[in-house]
Structure formats: C-alpha cells, structure tokens
C-alpha cells in the first residue's frame, strides 16, 4: 500500500515529554508513522493511502495539543506563532518582573515590612501567581488530564501552594492584622497562619519564566535556514519573448520561457543556456570560489550569479522542482531528522515531580493520622512542596546558558540552546568544508614566473593592465596583486575578453594576451618555454589557477592564483585532534587539490569531489558508523550538512543559510576559535550538570526534615533561594572563560588549493 507523507504544526508543547506524547497518539493509528520535533514545534508523518489529515488533527487534539497543515513558506516572515508566544512570554516576564521585585523586598527586609504592607504585597503577587505563571497552570492542567507530570506540574503546584497557603494565612490567620512582620523561626511551630509566602509564589515564576523565554527565542529562529535559502532566489527575471524584454515575477516563469541574464544578476531560474558564454558563480552550490564557464548547452541553476557575459536561458525548472528547493528540502529535512534532546531538568522532573507531590500529600496524611491540628499539617505540607520546588532546578540550565553564551559572545561564539551542549560532549569527528572554512575562500595571486631577463614587477604590470577590463575573479585577483605592488596597473586599449580562453588588450603599444597556455598556442602560434608550462601543471595539479602572459608574440610568464589557507587552520587541526576529535575533509575539489590542503593542514580523511548532497550523504554515512559528528561549513551548499550534523558549527563570514542551519556560529571565521567554541559548550554543559546534581541533592537532603515538621516554610524559601544563589555563582563561573588567543599563534606559510574546474583569465 503506498503512504503520503504530511507535516503538521503542533502547538501547546511545552517540554520535549509533550513531543513523546504527541507522536505516541500518531503512532497508535494503524498506518502511520510518526515523528515529532519540539524543537520546530512540527510532525513529520508517513500515512497509508485513505488515512485523512483531519484524522491526524484529531488524534492530535485527543492528546490535548493543537495540529494544523503550515502555511506556504515565506522568505521573511517569521511563522506567527512563533513570533507571537515570543512576545507574549516578553510581555509577561517583564510585568511579572516589575510586581516581584518589590514583594521579594518587602518580605525578606523587615525593616522595610510598614503596617499593612502584606496586602501591597498581595496585591502585588497576586497577578504574578495567577497571570503570570499562567503558562505553567494551563500546562500542569493539560498533563494532568492525561495522567503525566512535569516540570510544569511542579511549578505550577509550589506556585499555587505558597500562594493558597498565604491566602489562607492572610484571611483566616493572624498575618493579615496590622503591624504584622515575618517570623523567623527555623522550625515549623505549628501556627501555620502566622506568615505568608508570597515572594516564593512570584520568585519562582519569574525564575522559570526567563528561562521559557530564552527557549521562545531560540524556537523563532529555527525556520531561519530556509528563510535564507529562499532570500537567496532572484524575485524578477527578464521575460525574453519576440525580441523583447519584459520584467516577470520569477513564481510566474514556466518551463520553456526564456529570460535574459545580464553580468552581476543572479540566474532567475534552472535552465538550460541558448545563447551567450560567461563565467557563473557556483559557490552557493559547490563553495568554491572559482566561478564555472558556461557557454550554449551548458546546465544552469537559479540563485547563482552570472559574473561574465549576457546569457539567454530556457527555463526547465520552477517552483518546488529547482535545485534551490531541493537544497531547502534537505536542510529541513536534516534539521526535522534531529533526534529530540530532552532537556536535562525534564529529565530529572519526569521522576522527581511526582514523588515529591506523593510525599507533600503524604506529609500531610500522617501528621494528621498523629493528631496533629490542620495548621501544623497543612504546613509541613507546604513546607515540602516549596522545599521542593524547582527554582534552583529551573535555573541550572538558563543561568548556566546565559553566562556561557555571553561569554561566548564576547569571544566571538554563539551557541543557540543547551541542547546543542549535550551534544558536544559525545562528539568524536569533525567534518571540516574547504573553502572558507580552511582557507579564505577569495581568489589571490600567490606566485608567478617571468621569463629569465624579465622583471616580476613588470609581468605583474603587463598582465594587470590586460586583465583591468574583465570582472572574472582571477582577473580581480591579478589587479589587486598589481595595484598592492606598484598603486596601480598601466592603462589597456582595444580590450577584448574570450569566453572560456583569456583577454588580449594593446598596452603601451603591445599587444598583451593573457590565458590558457593551449589558447596561446593555437591561436596566436605563441610558444611557451617548458619551464612555464610545468609551473602551470604544478600549480594546477595543486589546486590552483594558472594564467600565462604574452606580448609581442612571446610568452613573458606564468601568474598563479589561488585560494590562501587561512594562517591558524593547521593550528586549529592539532587542537581537535587534542579535543579527542578525528578531523575529515570534504571538498568539490579534485583529489589533487585536496590532497595538498590536506597534507598542509594536518588532515589524512581527505574525500574530495563531494556536491552538496554528497556532504549529507558522507555525515550520515559518519553516523550509520557510530561517529557522532560535528560539520564546520560556510555556504549554502553546507546548510543541509550542518543541519543533519550532531553538531553544525558555521563561520560567521560565510552565508546566512549556513549560519542559520548551525548550532554554534564563529564570527570571527577563525578555524581555531571552533576549537574555543567546543571547549566552552563543554565547559557550560559541565556547570549545567553540577547545577542540576546540586539542585538535585539540596532537593533530597531538605525534604525529610521538611517532612518531620523540623523546617518552617519560610526558611525552607529562604533555603531554595540560597540553592538559587548557589546555582547563579556556580554560573558565573564561566566568565573566566578564555579562548585562544589566535595573535600568538605561529601562522604556516599561505598555500593555495582552489581547483582550475574553469579555464584561466577569463572574463
């Protein structure tokens, strides 16, 4: 029987518990096959044919969560409900904030407790308790009708108990007459109605209502990396129809239209080239950054660049079925495939929640069982669930984050959520792109060889003033080598570029060819010396490209361009390999090409002649073997590498698609700050697991003498504050964080390894 797959946009998750619970109500329906992302807020399922989506929704909504087909991608809009629980969860940590600062004063500084000053305080929290921590009570609610618990649960039950009990002590006990003041009695004397919580109700709301908003905000930038792809399409394309051009909307082509592409346009579409020859860059697909010649026949693909000549192209692809779809469909895919990694303190609440709420009603059933009076019972109780309630629990993880990215940030280092730190620790191979990764990605003369007699400087200013004309980057590279030399190349006359070959232009009354070797000698009978010819095929078996000067009818030279390694990238191998990280490289080079950046930066897995999906085949590859694997990319055609990785770390200089499908960015671009970047979400996700352990034994130790009657509430919330202020230190700690320090790293001398996959000096 065949199957359709359908995606559903699922809200009212909020842990990754409610995505388990989702996808076990799909999965019950015979038929289907499902897989739920709280990361995305999105199922993927796989149904038999005569399985309608309305029965999907439905069993969604049994599960107490809402399912909706998504809406038509767009390529700026962030979806809106994402956008909008992000500013709601602003919106009420920031008032929520506001009325709790002056409840937590009032409560614990007794000389600031004036006559009446507990109603102030009550009405000051009560909006707090209520309102403010309403996303806990609707949620502890929902898992509730399905017999489940979470953090959420706990939350919700502390809130409401130190709030209930302050109520009740506020009305029917003594701490609502005048003059009242807070006792401070370690032990639980039994009054009971004598003071009121209500700092904890607002404090701990608020604590956990920062680290849901830290988490909204990671949660509206998980569509981003498709939104980059699709703002990398063109938007108009020039309708070539009779003779005459017509501005379209790009959505409006269809196969077997014909559009003009003019030089620094991007391509409207796919297609097939009928007229014209250019050179077109390729890096949003392949990441190099030699752009490819294309002439008649010649396959095009839309969203690249034409840097050279006027093209006439026939549209054969639109819409879904272009490569730039493809692309988008592989990085969701990739980011949708990510197994959900559930957040440590859920981890913890999924056990620990129920137990003490058992406890709490235990407490409470056996002092009454021993004759105690409502009072003491009732307070002991409370005493466990506030002992108990998860403020230190909730920060371990937001406070620990927020410390770290900041100080990653500073370093250059954005790390998007603490899910990615789990990830770090078990990661054993890095996967590193060529071209801009490790090296600069930009074209650059790195040598040349004048003919004996001749002066480099003069071959350099020959060539440069021929190139002068022509965009193509090996021809900018020669420029600027010539302009850095000598302030600027001489001037050119009568310039003529030949697609796919070379330039010839008059310079000081010489004629001055610039290209291929083979051009030169078949079509102006120039010979070329031997010992130029075997610089070109060394510099070209390396990577690079080779472009021989003339004038006069005689060969003057060779100029070799090139693709620098970045000076701390073999520094930043040997730094993995101290990591305990194996390194591999994946190019769309040649195997010479990446064989010599391999020998020169330290790397022995060297896979060469990998196309973008090639990348996310080899990552899969790396995982079906046990590897769990970390990509370092740059480009568009990494995002789907970087998405299905175990960890996708993105140069900061590279595309926004890329940057957008990582899990850690590098600002900088330095190869070596990768290695700072691992080491510091280890270092954090360390100081989570101390938090949560901490939190946890504090937890553990406090609750039987909760239990006992031996603690009062108050302290046992003055207790919980101090495991909060525990937890905030131990944070705090990673501000001593330091990366390397790259101006004192020993630099390696700049080689070259872009491939010659296009013919040299072309315009």
Not at 527 to 554: M, N, S
Not at 617 to 636: C, F, K, N, P, S
Not at 752 to 757: F, G, H, I, N
């Amino acid at each position: 029987m065949s199957a359709t797959d359908v995606e559903l946009e699922i809200g009212g998750m909020t842990c990754a518990s409610c995505a388990t619970r989702v996808e076990r109500k799909l999965n019950r329906i015979p038929g289907v096959e499902a897989s739920v992302n709280y990361a995305t807020e999105k199922a993927r399922v796989r149904a038999s044919d005569g399985i309608a989506t309305d029965t999907l929704i439905a069993a969604v909504a049994a599960a107490g969560y809402t399912a909706a087909l998504p809406a038509p991608p767009s390529p700026t809009a962030v979806p809106a409900a994402v956008a909008g629980e992000t500013d709601l969860l602003r919106q009420r940590l920031s008032i929520s904030i506001l009325m709790t600062v002056p409840v937590v004063l009032l409560s614990m500084i007794p000389v600031l407790q004036f006559t009446n000053w507990q109603w102030l305080a009550l009405t000051l929290a009560a909006p707090v308790a209520v309102w403010g921590a309403w996303p806990f009570h609707r949620a502890a609610f929902t898992n509730a009708r399905h017999g489940a618990a979470t953090m959420d649960t706990l939350i919700s039950v502390g809130v409401l108990a130190a709030f209930g009990w302050s109520l009740y002590a506020l009305f029917f006990g003594t701490a609502g007459v005048p003059g009242m003041h807070m006792s401070f009695t370690f032990t639980n004397t039994g009054a009971g109605g004598q003071d009121i919580y209500l700092e904890v109700a607002t404090a701990v709301t608020v604590f956990i209502l920062a680290g849901r908003y830290i988490e909204a905000r990671a949660k509206r930038e998980s569509g981003a990396a498709l939104r980059a792809l699709l703002e990398l399409g063109s938007t108009e394309a020039s309708l070539l129809r009779s003779g005459t051009e017509t501005r379209v909307p790009v959505n409006s082509l269809v196969p077997g239209d014909v559009f003009v592409v003019r030089p620094g346009e991007k391509i409207a579409t796919d297609g097939l080239v009928t007229d014209g020859a250019s050179a077109v860059d390729l890096s949003m697909l392949t990441g190099e950054s030699v752009p490819v010649e294309v002439s008649v026949g010649s396959r095009v693909v839309g969203a690249t660049v034409n840097v050279g000549g006027r093209l006439i192209v026939e549209v054969t692809r639109v819409g879904a079925d272009t490569e730039l779809a493809r692309l988008g469909r592989l990085v969701e895919e990739a980011q949708t495939g990510k197994a959900d990694v559930q957040r440590l303190a859920d981890r913890v609440s999924a056990v620990f929640v129920p137990i003490v709420i058992g406890l709490a009603l235990a407490t409470l059933a056996v002092w009454l069982l021993i004759g105690a009076t409502p009072e003491a019972a009732f307070t002991a109780a409370v005493a466990t669930l506030i002992i108990a309630c998860p403020c230190a629990l909730g920060l371990a993880t937001p406070t620990a984050l927020l410390v770290g990215t900041g100080r990653g940030s500073q370093l250059g280092i954005l790390i998007r959520g603490p899910q990615i730190l789990e990830r770090t620790r078990q990661v054993d191979t890095v996967v590193l792109d060529k071209t801009g990764t490790i090296t600069t990605g930009l074209m650059s003369m790195t040598d040349l060889h004048a003919v004996h007699g001749l002066d480099d400087t003069e071959l350099l200013r020959m060539a440069a003033a021929a190139e002068n004309g022509s965009e193509h980057p090996v021809a900018r590279a020669i420029v600027t080598a010539a302009t850095t030399a000598d302030g600027k190349p001489g001037n050119a006359e009568d310039f003529q570029s030949h697609q796919g070959f070379g330039v010839q232009a008059v310079v000081d009354g010489h004629l001055v060819l610039v290209g291929r070797a083979s051009w030169l000698s078949a079509e102006w009978n120039v010979l070329v010396p031997d010992g130029l010819l075997a610089a070109a095929d060394a510099a070209e078996t390396g990577g690079k490209t080779a472009v021989t000067v003339a004038w006069d009818g005689e060969a003057r030279g060779v100029i070799i361009v090139g693709d620098s390694i970045k000076s701390t990238s073999a520094a930043a191998i040997a730094e993995f390999r101290r990591l305990g990280l194996t390194p591999v490289l994946l190019t769309g080079d040649n195997e010479g090409a990446a064989r010599a950046i391999g020998a020169q930066v330290g790397i022995v897995d060297v896979r060469s002649e990998i196309t973008p999906h090639g990348k996310l085949d080899t990552i899969r590859e790396l995982q079906a073997h046990g590897r769990v694997v970390a990509m370092v990319g740059d480009g568009v055609n990494d995002a789907a590498a970087l998405a299905a990785a175990d960890l996708g770390i993105a140069m900061g200089t590279g595309t926004d698609a890329a940057i957008a499908a990582s899990d850690i960015t590098v600002m900088s671009g330095d190869l070596l700050v990768v290695g700072d970047a691992i080491r510091l979400a280890r270092r954090t996700l360390g100081i989570i697991k101390g938090n949560l352990f901490w939190a946890l034994a504090y937890n553990v130790a406090a609750i039987p003498i909760a239990m006992l009657g031996l603690l009062n509430p108050l302290f046992a919330g003055a207790a919980m504050a101090l495991s909060s202020v525990f937890v905030v230190s131990n944070s705090l700690r990673l501000r001593r964080f330091h990366g390397h320090d790259s101006d004192h790293v020993s630099g390696i001398p700049s080689t070259t390894a872009s491939p010659d996959r296009t013919l040299s000096s072309v315009s």
